[in-house]
Each structure stands twice: as structure tokens, then as C-alpha cells.
């Protein structure tokens, strides 16, 4: 490690002499400021800069505008560096620490792997600030991900999954809490896949790196006249994968009302179908609450009922409901719940279209993109700060961060 820095060192101190003899960034006595007034050159100022390779000082020709009282360095624009003291290497290695583990752990990590110091608050910082501009491409990029032949399904997969929020976030929210008030909100998720490929019994799987993700605390409420901001994200991402362009289309969920809403309104054609393991739980619940979560009598009623279920025999699973529907109030929200959601459960015809019927795979986005990182033991967010790292981490679990940081480095030098 000692060795390491010492060469380290030595790359920076010949990486600044190499800059500092390069005085062409001196282009003439002025050169116009953004608020229009022409600024004059004032000489060249010294910074200090913190990169990979350890620290770093930099002359630049720096010019001041007396109309505005604002001084800049165009040398630090074409650097990356305008408005910061890390280089964008650095920051890029911080992003990546912020969107896998705690802001502490990152900073650790960028100190034993990369001999780097930086401190928790700053990885935090500039974590956030680089997902806020992930988040701010994201709603400017649509450019399909891929040239590659599109497969003949692709699947669109929605769900939600709340995250802990500071007591500020949540101030006149209703929640589940006993006196009414909230301690989450909701981040919901799109995720976009293909399965060309079956098993040995002919259920098809997802193919390896088909998936992709997007998501953020977002309203699916929609008005007569706008589409909700999560609405607008879904049809972003459906944009970039070519969804609408493949010969097949399938959404699934489980049976919130706000999932097939959106699917309706940008999807009408799609096959929409509701998660099966979901709908089995449902069934499994009722039974408990029929017989007791202890009885094997329970055990036995939710096996009847979920092989009705895969068998499409929906009015004898529904006849079964509602026989305790009359003393038993879950039967009755799963007997509405089966009834409103009977043409998304027709799973063997699912079957023999090779279709997917499990949201295993917009769940476990849940898992990965959001609980992992998010739902740790002591973390409170506010809404910038969870975006924003949802945000970052999204984009790099899709396979993005290289493009994203490719774009930022041209409008960076521009």
C-alpha cells in the first residue's frame, strides 16, 4: 500500500507539471461571462484538487467579470472540476460506493481499497448530487438501450415497496401506525424483461441481463388532463426498452388498483396478468383466518384452493369464498379481489403461451434496488436523498452507469 501511494504520488505531481506548463487555457485579455458582460483575465489562480491518485494543484487562468462580481476558470470546465474539488474519476468511485453500501461504509471502502480519504458527509454529498443528475438524464434520455433484435415478449413488471422516512417527510401523512400517522413512503418501481427461455417443464425464466430498472417516490395519481409522474416514468423506460415494439406484451402486478390503471392507460394491449404467487398468498391468509394459522385443516383448504386456482376453475375457488364470506371478512376481500382480477388469473391459458405468471422479478427489483440499500437498520430518508440514490443505483443495476457518465463527460467539456 505504501508503495502503491508513493507511485501514485508521483503520477499526480507529473500530471499537475503537465498541466501547469500548459497555459493554453489563457485565450485572450476577455472572454464573455454567462451573464452576458465581457470578463477580464485576472492572472492565474492556484486550487487544490483531490483525484484518485492522491492530492493535486493546479494553475489556472482565471477570469473575473466586474458587471456580476463572478469569477470563473475555463480550464476547470474542459477538466470536469467546475464547482468541485474532486476529480471526476474520484467522484465517479463515490457514486459508486453511495449506491452500493452506507455513506460510512463507502467511505471506508474508497480508504482501504483505493487509499483515498474521504469523509462520510462528503461521500453522502456528492452521492446524492451525482443520483440527482442520473435522475435529471433519466427524464432526458430516451434513446433505445440497445440495436440488438428485440424478443418476441417483453415484460413490464410494477410494484411498490415503502422505505423509511425522517419524521420532516411525513409530517400530515396518513399511515398504518396505530394513531394513524405514516413512518414509510412508498417507492415505486417499473422493471422491464424478456424470458425467451424455459426450464425442463417448460416455464419460462428470465434471460440474463434482460432486466432493467427504474423508479422514485412518485404520485400514480393521474388528472383528466396529465399522466402521473410515475406514469410518465413507466412509459420513459417502456420508451428506452422498445416495449410498445415487440410482436408481445405482457404487464404484470399484483391487484393494486394504481398498477393496471397505468396499465390500461398506456398498454391497453398488453396481456395483464396478476402475479400468481400473490393471489396464493391471499388464499393463505384466508384460510388462517378460517380455520387458525395453526389448524392442518387450513393447510389443507389454501392446497384446494390455490390448485383451483392454477387450474382456472375460478367459480368453484369462488364458491369455496364465499361460503365464509358471510363470517369471515378476508374470505370477502378475496372473494372481491378474485372477481375484479378473474381475467388477469387465467393462468392456463398463461400456460400455454410459455408466459410468465410470477412478479418474482419486479419484486425482487424491490429487494435490490431499493431494500437493500435503503431499509438498513437505523436510515431515515428525505425524499431528495432516497431518489436520488435509488436513482444512481437503478442506473447502475441496468447497465447504464458507463453511458450516463460518457453523456455527462460531453456536456461537462461543451
Not at 441481463?209 to 399522466?227: F, K, L
Not at 383466518?289 to 393447510?299: D, Q
Amino acid at each position: 500500500m505504501a508503495a502503491r501511494q508513493s507511485v501514485f504520488l508521483l503520477a499526480a505531481r507529473a500530471i499537475a507539471r503537465g498541466l501547469n506548463a500548459d497555459t493554453s487555457d489563457y485565450t485572450g485579455p476577455h472572454l464573455p461571462c454567462s451573464c452576458g458582460a465581457p470578463a477580464r483575465y485576472a492572472g492565474r489562480r492556484i486550487k487544490r484538487f483531490q483525484t484518485a491518485l492522491g492530492p493535486l494543484e493546479l494553475e489556472r487562468a482565471y477570469y473575473h467579470c466586474p458587471h456580476c462580481q463572478h469569477g470563473f476558470c475555463p480550464r476547470d470546465r474542459s477538466l470536469g472540476v467546475e464547482n468541485t474539488s474532486l476529480s471526476p474519476a474520484l467522484s465517479r468511485m463515490i457514486a459508486a460506493v453511495g449506491a452500493l453500501v452506507s455513506f460510512q461504509e463507502g467511505s471506508e471502502l474508497l480508504r482501504e481499497l483505493a487509499g483515498v480519504s474521504v469523509d462520510a458527509k462528503q461521500v453522502e454529498r456528492v452521492a446524492e448530487q451525482l443520483g440527482q443528475e442520473v435522475a435529471d438524464d433519466e427524464r432526458t434520455n430516451l434513446d433505445p438501450m440497445t440495436n440488438e433484435d428485440l424478443p418476441r415478449t417483453l415484460y413490464l413488471g410494477l410494484d411498490g415497496t415503502g422505505i423509511p422516512m425522517r419524521r420532516s417527510e411525513l409530517l400530515g401523512r396518513a399511515g398504518k401506525q396505530p394513531d394513524g400517522s405514516s413512518k414509510t413512503r412508498e417507492v415505486k418501481l417499473a422493471t422491464v424483461w424478456s424470458a425467451e427461455s424455459c426450464d425442463a417443464e417448460g416455464v419460462p425464466f428470465r434471460d440474463v441481463g434482460s432486466v432493467t430498472y427504474s423508479a422514485a417516490i412518485e404520485s400514480a395519481a393521474s388528472t383528466t388532463a396529465d399522466r402521473s409522474e410515475f406514469t410518465e416514468r413507466v412509459l420513459r423506460e417502456t420508451t428506452r426498452r422498445r416495449f410498445g415494439q415487440a410482436s408481445r406484451t405482457v404487464v404484470i402486478g399484483d391487484g393494486a388498483p394504481w398498477i393496471w390503471n397505468i396499465a390500461q392507460e398506456l398498454f391497453p394491449a398488453a396481456v395483464p396478468i396478476v402475479d400468481r404467487f400473490h393471489a396464493k398468498e391471499h388464499l393463505s391468509t384466508v384460510a388462517k383466518a378460517i380455520y387458525g394459522a395453526t389448524n392442518p385443516r387450513a393447510a389443507e383448504w389454501a392446497k384446494r384452493r390455490h390448485a383451483e386456482l392454477d387450474d382456472g376453475r375460478l367459480d368453484a375457488l369462488l364458491q369455496a369464498l364465499r361460503r365464509h364470506a358471510p363470517s369471515c371478512e378476508e374470505a370477502r376481500k378475496c372473494s372481491g379481489y378474485i372477481q375484479n382480477n378473474r381475467a388477469r388469473m387465467q393462468y392456463p391459458d398463461f400456460r400455454k403461451q410459455k408466459l410468465c405468471t410470477s412478479s418474482g422479478v419486479v419484486e425482487a427489483g424491490c429487494k435490490v434496488v431499493v431494500g437493500t440499500r435503503l431499509k438498513r437498520a437505523g436510515m431515515h430518508w428525505t425524499e431528495y436523498g432516497s431518489n436520488a440514490i435509488i436513482a444512481l443505483r437503478a442506473c447502475r443495476l441496468s447497465g447504464r452507469f458507463q453511458d450516463f457518465w460518457e453523456r455527462r463527460s460531453r456536456r461537462t467539456a461543451a
